[in-house]
Structures are given as C-alpha cells and as structure tokens.
C-alpha cells in the first residue's frame, strides 16, 4: 500500500520551532517529488515547499522563505519540513505529497498524485 503519513506537529508559541516528518511506506522514496501544503481555516491551499527527488530543486513560497527548510532522507524514506519563527499565520493542517511523473517540483497541488492525511500545526501564546 502507498502511504504517507505526517507527523511533528502541534501547539507552539510564536517565534518556535517544529520539524514536521512525512515518512513513505510501500514505495520508495527516492522516486518521487515531494511536496509540502498546508491548508488554514477559511483560506485555500498553499503550496509551502518543495523537493525533487535528487534534492536538486526545492521551491519555497516567498510566504515562508528564509523559515521553512525543507529536506530529504531516502535511506530513511521520509522527508522533513522544519519550520523556525513560527507566526500565528503559519497555523494549519500540513500535507506532504509525493508524485512521480515531473522530474523537478512544483508548488500545485492537483499535480500530486499521493497525500497524507496531515498534522496540524497551531501557532498561539
């Protein structure tokens, strides 16, 4: 079975950190695009971030460039979105997302073909 599953999220403080996790069972990994959204009360998904699968393209909305980081760990078949600074508008259900047909990356997404079920990620003092 092809699976992601989310994980690292929960309740921080402004200016805090987390690391969220998407780890991959029944496929590998490697072959794949990752992406990371997210999806706010009210507000439509956003593409975050995301990597190829050699790790040679990552893309960042300029919402939260220089904050998130993403990264990957093939050997590991997960893939991290570690997040510092953390504002109150960084506050939503967080996807990861994997697909195999492009060969770079991209932030849509309807180009995606595999989700998980997210991890929620709220931002409050």
């Known amino acids: 079975q092809l699976q992601l599953v989310e994980s690292g999220g929960g309740l921080v403080q402004p200016g805090g950190s987390l690391r969220l996790s998407c780890a991959a069972s029944g496929f590998a990994l490697d072959h794949y695009a990752i992406g990371w959204f997210r999806q706010a009360p009210g507000k439509e998904r956003e593409g975050v971030s995301c990597?190829?699968?050699?790790?040679?393209?990552?893309i960042y909305a300029d919402s939260v460039k220089g904050r998130f980081t993403i990264s990957r760990d093939d050997a590991k078949n997960t893939v991290y979105l570690q997040i510092d600074s953390l504002k109150p508008e960084d506050t939503a259900i967080y996807y990861c997302a994997a697909d195999a047909t492009f060969r770079l990356c991209v932030l849509r997404g309807a180009d995606y073909r595999y989700w998980g079920q997210g991890t929620q990620v709220t931002v409050s003092s």
């Open positions: 990597i190829s699968r050699r790790g040679g393209r990552i």
